[in-house]
């Protein structure tokens, strides 16, 4: 299937060239996933530009560089944020190659996709690409009455068993309000190895043509 990589009007302008052009720090990449709605796009503009932007369903990415801190030294964090609908899933494994770390957002307060989320988690930590990588699970949607808590999502996913060859943490969070959000990327931050290669254009092109075999 060929994918149309292309980003939404609506969501923010970001600076390509600037992007495009890397960072000279080293540089860990970062898959950002979880089902459609679940909040991916929400929170990451959330942390990245500190404003709530009205979100479209991502077809194809968005990619975002954050600075962030590795104990003493600065490092960016290159996070891939991908569509999560059915018809975008299948797509995710072009990703996996040279992750160093994966984010996975749960909508806790929709508790009727729950398993469908839980399904999707253990397939995608399953992938030999993504063997021993660390994972944070981002409980989102937490300002919301009746959220499904993060002790009770470690319990409902069976997390201590499903991660158990991997490092994991559950933070709770909310691309609403931003809360728990510095935490989540900050702890993904503490667990990722780097490289000194992070070349966006290099990958763009690489992902355009895995998605066209
Ligand atoms: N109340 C609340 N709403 C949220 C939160 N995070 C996201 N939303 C809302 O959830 C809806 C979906 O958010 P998106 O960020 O577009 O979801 P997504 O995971 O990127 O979805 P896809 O791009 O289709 O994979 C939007 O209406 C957001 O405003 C949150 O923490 N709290
Ligand atoms: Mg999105």
């Given at each position: 299937?060929?994918?149309?990589?292309?980003?939404?009007?609506?969501?923010?302008?970001?600076?390509?060239?600037?992007?495009?052009?890397?960072?000279?720090?080293?540089?860990?990449?970062?898959?950002?996933?979880?089902?459609?709605?679940?909040?991916?796009?929400?929170?990451?503009?959330?942390?990245?530009?500190?404003?709530?932007?009205?979100?479209?369903?991502?077809?194809?990415?968005?990619?975002?560089?954050?600075?962030?801190?590795?104990?003493?030294?600065?490092?960016?964090?290159?996070?891939?944020?991908?569509?999560?609908?059915?018809?975008?899933?299948?797509?995710?494994?072009?990703?996996?190659?040279?992750?160093?770390?994966?984010?996975?957002?749960?909508d806790?307060?929709?508790?009727?996709r729950?398993?469908?989320?839980?399904?999707?988690?253990?397939?995608?930590?399953?992938n030999?690409?993504?063997?021993?990588?660390?994972?944070?699970?981002?409980?989102?949607?937490?300002?919301?009455?009746?959220?499904?808590?993060?002790?009770?999502?470690?319990?409902?996913?069976?997390?201590?068993?499903?991660?158990?060859?991997?490092?994991?943490?559950?933070?709770?969070?909310?691309?609403?309000?931003?809360?728990?959000?510095?935490?989540?990327?900050?702890?993904?931050?503490?667990?990722?190895?780097?490289?000194?290669?992070?070349?966006?254009?290099?990958?763009?092109?690489?992902?355009?043509?895995?998605?066209?075999?």
């Amino acid at each position: 299937m060929d994918l149309e990589i292309w980003r939404s009007r609506k969501q923010p302008e970001r600076q390509d060239k600037e992007m495009f052009k890397g960072s000279k720090l080293p540089d860990a990449r970062i898959l950002l996933l979880g089902l459609d709605g679940s909040g991916k796009s929400t929170l990451l503009f959330k942390l990245k530009y500190n404003e709530s932007f009205r979100t479209v369903p991502t077809i194809g990415f968005n990619v975002e560089m954050m600075e962030a801190k590795q104990k003493r030294r600065k490092i960016t964090l290159t996070v891939w944020d991908v569509g999560g609908q059915e018809k975008m899933r299948p797509h995710w494994k072009s990703y996996y190659q040279d992750t160093a770390g994966l984010l996975f957002v749960v909508d806790c307060w929709d508790r009727t996709r729950l398993n469908e989320a839980r399904r999707e988690l253990e397939r995608v930590l399953k992938n030999e690409h993504l063997r021993g990588l660390p994972v944070v699970i981002l409980a989102n949607k937490q300002d919301k009455d009746g959220a499904l808590t993060a002790t009770d999502l470690t319990e409902e996913f069976n997390l201590r068993k499903t991660c158990s060859n991997r490092d994991w943490f559950v933070q709770p969070c909310s691309g609403k309000t931003g809360a728990g959000l510095p935490e989540g990327f900050r702890r993904m931050a503490l667990l990722v190895e780097t490289t000194s290669n992070n070349n966006i254009k290099d990958t763009v092109k690489n992902l355009r043509k895995s998605m066209k075999t």
